[in-house]
């Protein structure tokens, strides 16, 4: 699976758009984009996925470059309980295991 | 639908003892995995299975067995608990391996190794 890059930390005051891009330069045409998030030490938490269009749910919106060597993850409206750790994971299909490599993620702090 | 349920949440073993940790998904998933996570890294694959009678190695395989008799279950088995094993396991599950389906993950179980 490619190789993904995220900063490190970002701040959001609540109420705001909270944008966190993801970087995935070395990303193959069958790769899809997806992302998780973990709060505390609880389950990861599945938001959103696409291949090469724009996705929307009732969670998030998902921006893929035209390009695909990036994407940007849109929770339009962050409260307090977004606060997490944010994984941008690129995903295909092996013939086997079906991995989901996790990196070290965005922290992502959302304040009143 | 519960999910992925995971018991036990939390468990203390002393050194070399074995313990079962259980993975039940109600989804009808064909694709089970364990992952261990460490403080400071990211999830690590265990072992994993692509249906009942099917299981393969992950990445850190080493002092863990699996088994998966029925669809639903996938426990996770220690022979003898090292400290190293000190982690917090999730199990995971997804319809089946092909990228567009998503993997849900249970809550975890926190495990102590003195």
């Known amino acids: 699976d490619a190789k993904t890059t995220q900063p490190p930390s970002m701040d959001c005051a609540e109420g705001r758009a909270a944008n966190l891009p993801c970087n995935h330069s070395t990303i193959s045409g069958n790769e899809y984009v997806y992302w998780y998030r973990q709060i505390h030490s609880q389950g990861p938490q599945y938001i959103i996925h696409g291949l090469k269009n724009n996705e929307t749910n009732e969670m998030a919106s998902l921006i893929i470059t035209e390009d695909r060597k990036s994407s940007t993850l849109i929770l339009p409206h962050a409260t307090l309980r977004d606060t997490a750790v944010y994984y941008c994971i690129v995903r295909a299909y092996t013939g086997t295991a079906s991995k989901l490599t996790f990196g070290t993620g965005t922290r992502l702090q959302v304040t009143l | 639908n519960a999910g992925v349920t995971q018991t036990p949440k939390f468990q203390v073993l002393k050194t070399g003892q074995s313990m079962t940790l259980q993975c039940a998904q109600d989804?009808?998933?064909?694709?089970m995995s364990w992952y261990r996570q460490d403080p400071g890294m990211g999830l690590r694959l265990i072992h994993y299975?692509?249906?009942?009678?099917?299981?393969d190695q992950g990445e850190v395989p080493n002092g863990y067995n699996v088994s998966r008799s029925t669809t639903e279950d996938f426990p996770l088995r220690l022979l003898s608990a090292a400290p190293s094993q000190t982690s917090v396991y999730f199990c995971?599950?997804?319809?089946?391996?092909?990228?567009?389906?998503?993997?849900?993950f249970g809550p975890g179980t926190r495990l102590t190794v003195l």
């Open positions: 989804m009808n998933h064909e694709y």
């Open positions: 995971a599950s997804s319809y089946s391996i092909f990228p567009t389906d998503t993997q849900y």
């Open positions: 299975s692509v249906g009942a009678g099917i299981t």
